[in-house]
């Protein structure tokens, strides 16, 4: 049987522990700050992007791979007799599954695979995929199945405020201003077909309680949680108000892992500082 490579978007955002532990590797998107282009998570951080727009009032614009770029990335294995599983960022939010799939196409024995998420909901896609290629499955399979599990994968986040997404041309002045004057915080929806974001519920108040509910909402409205991790991801916030997450969710469910992590520039330059989601799955 073929060894296969695991790789994905570095959208995923998976610290550098849960890739060494479950071999994954990943393909940076791009980070453009004018004529100035970066790779995502590799010489730019979210810390920096936070530094400029403090500066000059300036956001960055993100981009996939070029075809080019994954002909490129996944030669090194299929050369080698490899087969590659990728995950790709939801094809409704980006260019990215489509160009891995025309290196596909080019280069053979690579099974992209559209995640319909963004952040760690293609996180733990990923982790689905690492334990099944341990134990022994064909990457065929593999790719069937992780497919078939996106329909589970529950991802949604708080915006503490709108002034990235309107700076962002991504909501009205008129929104950001009456948001952030009356302290509301939308719960941002991920659709897992695509990948592509709405609003959900409005909360209202300091950011703490906020996450409060809306972590006892999330896991409380639904009676078929998968009860083998969850993700607490963020974007840059506190201590304190992931050890509130954290707990609120150890009161309503025993999950077997809780895993936090820090999302990566790409999701980072259109949320801001202070959005902080769960991520999880289903049944």
Not at 45 to 61: G, R, V
Not at 132 to 144: L, V
Not at 170 to 186: D, E, F, Q, V
Request: charged share 25%; aromatic share 8%; net charge negative.
């Amino acid at each position: 049987m073929k060894k296969i490579i695991l790789s994905a978007d570095s959208t995923c955002d998976l610290d550098d522990p849960l890739k060494e532990k479950y071999q994954v590797n990943c393909l940076p998107l791009h980070i453009h700050f004018g004529d100035k282009e970066y790779k995502d998570g590799v010489d730019i951080t979210p810390d920096d992007i936070y530094d400029i727009y403090e500066k000059n009032h300036t956001l960055p614009k993100t981009s996939a791979p070029n075809p080019l770029e994954y002909i490129e990335y996944f030669k090194k294995w299929t050369d080698e007799g490899y087969e590659v599983i990728h995950l790709s960022i939801g094809s409704g939010i980006s260019s990215s599954f489509q160009n891995s799939c025309i290196a596909a196409q080019e280069l053979g024995n690579v099974y992209p695979i559209d995640s319909g998420n963004l952040s760690t909901g293609i996180g733990l896609l990923v982790i689905e995929a690492a334990e099944r290629i341990a134990k022994g499955m064909p990457a065929a399979q593999i790719c069937q199945e992780i497919n078939a599990l996106k329909a589970k994968v529950q991802s949604s986040f708080i915006i503490d405020s709108l002034t990235y997404l309107y700076e962002g041309g991504r909501c009205s002045a008129l929104a950001a201003l009456g948001a952030n004057l009356l302290n509301i915080k939308p719960c941002i929806e991920v659709d897992n077909s695509s990948g592509k974001m709405s609003v959900g519920k409005k909360y209202r108040g300091a950011l703490s309680r906020v996450l409060q509910q809306y972590t006892r909402d999330k896991l409380t409205e639904r009676t078929d949680l998968k009860y083998d991790r969850i993700f607490i991801t963020h974007s840059g916030t506190s201590a304190e108000n992931i050890d509130l997450v954290r707990k609120t969710i150890e009161e309503i469910v025993d999950f077997k892992e809780i895993l936090v992590t820090r999302a990566g520039c790409t999701i980072s330059s259109h949320c801001g500082p202070n959005t902080l989601g769960i991520l999880f799955m289903t049944n």
